[in-house]
């Protein structure tokens, strides 16, 4: 076969990853030593499918696969507990969706959560000559055939049928949380889709009911119910199995998903007056204070 060769590629990528993970204190063919294996694999096969070909065609990047940082940094994403679904890992790859959330406060405690979108990624993927900017695809937000699912996996009725002159229904949810006091406590919001609202829901719900801090609301697992498809959407590890099984037992059909498209930006503001900016840890963002 044409060099370099895909084996010996992929082999030396695998041998790369394991070297320093200590196999040699794992019981041969234990569930630990497999699954260090299997995750391995995995992620070298992702590679080799994504990357080598007929070197006579493709240039293939046999260094940078088998050089140390590539090995460390496939290494550092193996979770010891739990396998990596591989649609996870292929996950980030395409250009996200296109929207965007603000959310911001001044000195003087002037507040604005603004939450702008347009749709899909690229949006209608047409830009307009000589201005440099795309035309969003938002008519996928409307009800373009009723009972048919929209890109967001959104079932929706007659109401929102498309129509001249009419807008179509969003899911953005800026949104400026006001203690009984009048205090302006959360600026909170995030792109997503039909995750949107149930997003800034969790969010709220962290902090309020549960006490959570503002960073670790915003980076707490989320899940999903968007009334059809009729699933109980998760994020992968969000929930314990002996809850799975619990929420299954009730009659809830789950559907573990390798992770929600939410990037929350939420500011919360102490009672004291001290500000916390989070961007959210799935990526995309980042807090800035003045
Ligand atoms: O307004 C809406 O509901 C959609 N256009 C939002 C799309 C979206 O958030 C995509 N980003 N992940």
Redesign the pocket.
Known sequence: MGLPSAGGITLAEMLGILEPLGLHSLEYHSADEIHLLAETMRRAYEDRNRYLGDSDFTNVPVERLLGQGHLDSLRATIDPERATPSEARLAPRPE????THLSVIDSAGNAVAVTT?I?GSFGAAVVVRGAGFLLNN?MD?FTSRPGVPNMYGLVQGEANAIRPGKRML???TPTIVIGPDGRTELITGT???PT?PTSVLQVILAQVEHGLGVQQAVAAARIQHQHLPDLLYYEHGGLEPSVVRELERRGHRLSERPGF?GRVQSIYIAPDGVRFGVSDPRGGGKALGY
């Not at 996200?96 to 929207?99: A, C, E, G, K, L």
């Open positions: 996200p969706s296109h929207t979108t749709n938002e937000d969003s899911a953005m792109p997503g889709g949107i498209s």
